[in-house]
């Protein structure tokens, strides 16, 4: 995206935009890798004592790897279908296809509903566990420790699925210029916003972001 706002030639060959939208799709899928972080923060608050034997360096190591292969695999899915056709993409250019697009709905309905509907019950069921272990605990500031945890990782799946699911879970020939915004959101801001959002547990960054507030109002 950045070589493209410096660049004066905007074209890319057929390839390359290919080989674009299959890391594109790969890398912007993180469902799967959300899913397996709200778990690690389900056994960090519920069950604390057992957390480092629950989650076992090889346990992580086939989660990360489970993770980042489904989305891989998907992409390289959609991106032989795309191939069929005359001139398409995902959802977006789908549109501007000449060739029939059917199968291609099909797929993008049906593999959209698991790849990023499991993961969402699996973070669901993971938060509602958080919320009710959370909710025992007597003291505030147990309380606050305990969202906090967990309060970073819930921002960017709000994010994620927030954007994804409005651009990808909806028919084709409903897709308009104005949901471009909501795929900026899942493909660039939240990218932009992880470091920024992760770190906010940080005293440092807190101050400086009130000062910055501070100095704003003023």
Same mark, same amino acid.
């Given at each position: 995206?950045?070589?493209?706002?410096?660049?004066?030639?905007?074209?890319?060959?057929?390839?390359?935009?290919?080989?674009?939208?299959?890391?594109?799709?790969?890398?912007?899928?993180?469902?799967?890798?959300?899913?397996?972080?709200?778990?690690?923060?389900?056994? +960090?608050?519920?069950?604390?004592?057992?957390?480092? #034997?629950?989650? =076992? !360096?090889?346990?992580? *190591?086939? /989660?990360?790897?489970? @993770?980042?292969?489904?989305?891989?695999?998907?992409?390289?899915?959609?991106?032989?279908?795309?191939?069929?056709?005359?001139?398409?993409?995902?959802?977006?250019?789908?549109?501007?296809?000449?060739?029939?697009?059917?199968?291609?709905?099909?797929?993008?309905?049906?593999?959209?509903?698991?790849?990023?509907?499991?993961?969402?019950?699996?973070?669901?069921?993971?938060?509602?566990?958080?919320?009710?272990?959370?909710?025992?605990?007597?003291? +505030?500031?147990?309380?606050?420790?305990?969202?906090? #945890?967990?309060? =970073? !990782?819930?921002?960017? *799946?709000? /994010?994620?699925?927030? @954007?994804?699911?409005?651009?990808?879970?909806?028919?084709?020939?409903?897709?308009?210029?104005?949901?471009?915004?909501?795929?900026?959101?899942?493909?660039?801001?939240?990218?932009?916003?992880?470091?920024?959002?992760?770190?906010?547990?940080?005293?440092?960054?807190?101050?400086?972001?009130?000062?910055?507030?501070?100095?704003?109002?003023?």
């Amino acid at each position: 995206m950045l070589v493209n706002f410096l660049s004066e030639r905007k074209t890319i060959s057929y390839a390359d935009w290919l080989t674009q939208m299959c890391f594109t799709y790969a890398l912007g899928n993180s469902g799967c890798l959300l899913a397996v972080m709200a778990s690690d923060c389900y056994v +960090a608050i519920c069950d604390p004592f057992h957390s480092v #034997t629950s989650m =076992s !360096h090889r346990l992580c *190591v086939l /989660l990360v790897a489970f @993770s980042h292969s489904v989305p891989h695999l998907c992409s390289l899915l959609h991106t032989l279908l795309l191939n069929l056709l005359t001139f398409c993409d995902l959802s977006p250019q789908m549109k501007l296809s000449c060739s029939p697009t059917f199968v291609n709905e099909i797929v993008v309905i049906t593999e959209g509903a698991i790849v990023l509907v499991t993961p969402f019950l699996c973070i669901a069921v993971s938060y509602i566990r958080i919320l009710v272990t959370v909710l025992k605990i007597p003291s +505030a500031s147990g309380k606050h420790k305990a969202f906090s #945890t967990c309060g =970073s !990782h819930f921002t960017m *799946v709000a /994010l994620f699925y927030g @954007s994804i699911v409005y651009v990808y879970l909806q028919p084709v020939s409903t897709y308009t210029v104005k949901d471009h915004i909501a795929t900026i959101v899942y493909t660039v801001l939240s990218s932009m916003l992880n470091p920024f959002i992760y770190s906010l547990r940080n005293k440092d960054l807190k101050q400086a972001l009130r000062k910055l507030i501070s100095r704003w109002s003023s």
